[in-house]
Nanobody, 118 residues
């Protein structure tokens, strides 16, 4: 069965950096676009970034462009999000999600919490 397991979240000071990871299993990882989506406390879901199957095309929300970098290692079935220059407003539960064969994201992990605070 499809599994997506995020890790690497934690507490970081404003201006700091953090890398979160998503380990994928149960499907051919290299055949799917992958996404990062976040949910801040008390708010709705916000799309953060998307990467294509081979990792040479990436897309970002304006709120993170220039600060976050999405990447993937298809040999390790792992998705990454490198987050730099973190701001308190980046505090959220970060989910990885598979882009389905149809429109939308069809499988989601349980998320990893990133807290940006001094």
């Amino acid at each position: 069965q499809v599994q997506l397991v995020e890790s690497g979240g934690g507490l970081v000071q404003p201006g700091g950096s953090l890398r979160v990871s998503c380990a994928a299993s149960g499907f051919t990882f290299s055949s799917y676009y992958m996404n990062w989506v976040r949910q801040a406390p008390g708010k709705g879901l916000e799309w953060v970034s998307t990467i294509n199957t081979v990792g040479d095309s990436t897309y970002y929300a304006d709120s993170v462009k220039g600060r976050f970098t999405i990447s993937r290692d298809n040999a390790k079935n792992t998705l990454y999000l490198q987050m730099n220059s973190l701001k308190p407003e980046d505090t959220a539960l970060y989910y990885c999600a598979r882009e389905g064969p149809g429109p939308g994201m069809d499988y989601w992990g349980k998320g990893t919490l990133v807290t940006v605070s001094s």
